[in-house]
T-cell receptor, first 114, second 113 residues
Framework: DAGVIQSPRHEVTEMGQEVTLRCKPISGHDYLFWYRQTMMRGLELLIYFNNNVPIDDSGMPEDRFSAKMPNASFSTLKIQPSEPRDSAVYFC????????????FGEGSWLTVV | GENVEQHPSTLSVQEGDSAVIKCTYSDSASNYFPWYKQELGKRPQLIIDIRSNVGEKKDQRIAVTLNKTAKHFSLHITETQPEDSAVYFCAATSKAAGNKLTFGGGTRVLVKP
């Protein structure tokens, strides 16, 4: 399996622009997570899905952030409009059902908003 | 919700010495505790985990211990090598939390040759 696949790997955009990050989870995994990593705040869970349904979006910082999972093999995280403080590494991760099953991370999308 | 505290935030050890990282958690219902290693510019990767029905688990030079009563768990790395240099994260979750991991703040480990 190719693992969790994220795109783009790197993005530099101007403040105010829309950013869309994409994720393909590992085939067969029914949990999908979006994390944000910064030096100041560490690894933060933004939102997670189970069987394509959003379960907990309490970590989404504000209305500028939205996430969708239209099917079991694809998810997007969108920021509109983007701000410099959104600069971070965004990780998508997936796991199979049940507590104690390994959560696998993608390689991350490195976002810089200037 | 769960809160995970991790100490120290940085740790410098001489090659061959041991390194110990400690974490505490707040939710007594948490029953799964993984440890992730993140090398510079890379993704976090699971290195070892422990479940609440086990007090200790070992995998070569890495071991984890869990004290459910005190709500803390630790990572022990013996005979450290330069390739152990990375950031290490502890995490906790439970069935009630829906498999949602709460991470500690991370420990930056530097192994000096």
């Amino acid at each position: 399996d190719a693992g969790v696949i994220q795109s783009p790997r790197h993005e530099v955009t101007e403040m105010g622009q829309e950013v869309t990050l994409r994720c393909k989870p590992i085939s067969g995994h029914d949990y999908l997570f979006w994390y944000r990593q910064t030096m100041m705040r560490g690894l933060e869970l933004l939102i997670y899905f189970n069987n394509n349904v959003p379960i907990d979006d309490s970590g989404m910082p504000e209305d500028r952030f939205s996430a969708k999972m239209p099917n079991a093999s694809f998810s997007t995280l969108k920021i509109q409009p983007s701000e410099p403080r959104d600069s971070a590494v965004y990780f998508c991760a997936s796991s199979s059902h049940g507590v104690g099953n390994t959560i696998y991370f993608g390689e991350g999308s490195w976002l810089t908003v200037v | 919700g769960e809160n995970v505290e991790q100490h120290p935030s940085t740790l410098s050890v001489q090659e061959g010495d041991s390194a110990v990282i400690k974490c505490t958690y707040s939710d007594s219902a948490s029953n799964y505790f993984p440890w992730y290693k993140q090398e510079l510019g890379k993704r976090p990767q699971l290195i070892i985990d422990i479940r609440s029905n086990v007090g200790e688990k070992k995998d070569q030079r890495i071991a984890v211990t869990l004290n459910k009563t005190a709500k803390h768990f630790s990572l022990h790395i013996t005979e450290t090598q330069p390739e152990d240099s990375a950031v290490y994260f502890c995490a906790a979750t439970s069935k009630a939390a829906g498999n949602k991991l709460t991470f500690g703040g991370g420990t930056r480990v530097l192994v000096k040759p």
